[in-house]
């Protein structure tokens, strides 16, 4: 009797703890393209096309290495569409001695795997992933008896840990940081490196049609698609980011241009993520582009802590407090998301860059979602399920373990500062200054309160003092509640009007 080995959506890598010490001609491998997983949120379609072609791409090659495969399509007529249904039918086609997985990415779909060991009454190894850093024990570890958890300590465990970017026991360079070079908006006229595109194959062109017809009025637009499926195309991606656009990703990092989508960002996630590229891989090469004179220590520094600190940091945080952590509300925020999140019709220009973007693309980089529309979620006062939602269903990359905890505790601070010091709220003046969407907008940022104000300029300081209570405590907030305090009445007042006004135009559909 075999080993069952289910293998998930974003487990495609050979690497997997799974395949491990398993004797190929005992082990029956399992994919499955299930309905419920393409349903449970919205997806974007993209995403949707990414994940099935990787996937179909990934069994090929496990069975060119020797690996039994069964593989479920998502028209295969007997498919139950779920985990529990597909990993049901494979027990009875193999009754297997055992099931063996590495454990999930996602606190849903360990619970659907958790019922399968009563369910079936056979034994379910369920294994540590080892693709990431730092295990939950050893998070769980650096966690306890600290009031505050700050990524910056975190990182430089990561960074003692893996010895990246280290001389002896000291960071290169001097300093663990170097953000506070890495704030320059970017130059329209300067010459933009572009992400690899690589064309769909067969296989990939026949996942294409499959989601054109399962989702026609899916969100996002499907075609063209370029997304790498295989690790192959990925390590190509890779090493186009390296040569081409690390050396000044440090320095505009936190820009953003309209019509520039990517500007000098990796675009790797999605790779990343799904198992396509192995993340310690990925910063090796960062670092050895450094070692070799070709990267400066800011890009390489900046890059390398987004990957073995912040990404292990939130992947920390998600499974250190779930499963409550998927309904924390701090600010008690209700509003429904705006359609424009899936329509991309309002007059906001930076939102409207954003959102249609992230429609067409099914990607948006770090400060588009943290500081265009994470910003306008929070100092309206959305409701933050609805925007994790929204998160988790329009990028390629999302999947819960890392999308939540960016969201909720990040971008929202829906979990009362546990993951942010403080909330990352900012006016038009933060956008204009690291962007030049204001010059095509209907709004002037320069207005605070009048007709044509941009409205996150009241919305700002609205956000600040209807949650007073709650922030003022907070040191590094100390600095705008004492600007609100020395306005006078007649401009307090006027604030608070132009940010109901915006509220009133948000909930009639013409903000
Ligand atoms: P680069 O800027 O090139 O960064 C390099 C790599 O660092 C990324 O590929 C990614 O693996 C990692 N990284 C960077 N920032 C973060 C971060 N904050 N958390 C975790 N990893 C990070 N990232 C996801 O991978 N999936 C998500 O679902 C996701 N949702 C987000 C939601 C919100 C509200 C915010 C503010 C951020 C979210 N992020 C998410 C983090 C970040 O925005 C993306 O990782 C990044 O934009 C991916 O693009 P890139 O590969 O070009 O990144
Ligand atoms: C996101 C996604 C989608 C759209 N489709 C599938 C699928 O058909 N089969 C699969 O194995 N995984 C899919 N995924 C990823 C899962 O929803 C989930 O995010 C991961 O299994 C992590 O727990
Ligand atoms: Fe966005 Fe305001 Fe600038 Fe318009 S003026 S692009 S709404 S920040």
């Not at 209807?466 to 509640?481: S, T």
Request: hydrophobic share 40%; proline share 5%.
């Amino acid at each position: 009797r075999p080993v069952l080995i289910p293998i998930l959506g974003d487990q495609l890598s050979f690497s997997l703890s799974a395949l491990q010490d398993v004797d190929k001609s005992d082990a029956r491998l399992l994919m499955m393209e299930v309905a419920q997983e393409t349903t449970y949120v919205p997806h974007h379609r993209k995403k949707i096309a990414f994940i099935l072609a990787a996937m179909r791409h990934h069994a090929a090659a496990l069975r060119d290495a020797g690996w039994q495969v069964d593989y479920v399509e998502l028209d295969d007529p007997d498919n139950t569409g779920s985990f529990g249904g597909e990993i049901g039918r494979a027990v009875t086609r193999h009754d297997p001695l055992r099931i063996r997985v590495t454990e999930p990415g996602e606190w849903r779909v360990l619970e659907i795997l958790r019922g399968l060991e009563a369910e079936h009454n056979l034994p379910l190894d369920i294994l540590p992933d080892s693709r990431f850093l730092c295990s939950h024990k050893e998070f769980a570890s650096w966690a306890e008896g600290r009031k505050q958890l700050r990524m910056e300590y975190f990182y430089r465990e990561m960074r003692r840990k893996t010895g990246l970017l280290m001389e002896g026991d000291e960071p290169a360079g001097g300093r663990w940081n170097f953000d506070s070079e890495n704030r320059k908006p970017a130059d329209t006229d300067l010459f933009m490196p572009r992400p690899l595109d690589v064309e769909p194959d067969a296989t990939t062109r026949a996942v294409l049609e499959l989601v054109e017809a399962r989702f026609p009025d899916g969100f996002g637009t499907l075609t063209p698609f370029r997304f790498a499926v295989t690790t192959e195309d990925a390590e190509k991606a890779l090493e186009r980011f390296i040569d081409e656009a690390l050396p000044r990703f440090g320095d505009y990092q936190d820009a953003m241009l309209t019509g520039e989508k990517y500007l000098y960002h990796s675009v790797l996630s999605p790779y990343i993520n799904a198992g396509l590229l192995d993340p310690l891989h990925v910063c090796r090469k960062a670092e050895q582009a450094f070692l070799d004179g070709d990267v400066p220590l800011n890009s390489a520094e900046g890059f390398i802590r987004q990957i073995i600190g912040w990404r292990e940091y939130v992947r920390g945080i998600y499974w250190l407090k779930m499963p409550d952590y998927a309904g924390a509300n701090h600010f008690g925020a209700s509003r429904p998301l705006p359609d424009f999140y899936w329509s991309a019709e309002t007059k906001m220009a930076c939102l409207r860059e954003v959102v249609g973007q992230t429609r067409d693309e099914a990607y948006a980089h770090h400060i588009q979602r943290l500081m265009v529309t994470g910003n306008f979620a929070l100092i309206a006062g959305i409701d933050p399920h609805q925007v994790h939602e929204w998160y988790l269903s329009v990028y390629a990359d999302a999947f819960e373990w890392v999308e939540l905890p960016n969201t909720v505790g990040m971008s929202q601070f829906a979990d009362g500062g546990l993951l942010a010091s403080k909330p990352y709220a900012a006016s038009g003046n933060y956008i204009n200054k690291m962007s030049d969407h204001c010059r095509n907008c209907a709004y002037d940022v320069k207005d605070r309160t009048g007709e044509n104000a941009c409205p996150f300029n009241a919305l700002y300081w609205d956000f600040l003092i209807r949650n007073r209570e709650k922030l003022g405590a907070n040191p590094r907030l100390a600095q705008p509640y004492r600007t609100w305090d020395r306005m006078s009445a007649d401009t307090r007042k006027d604030y608070l009007n132009a940010a109901a006004r915006s509220l009133k135009r948000l909930e009639a559909g013409t903000l």
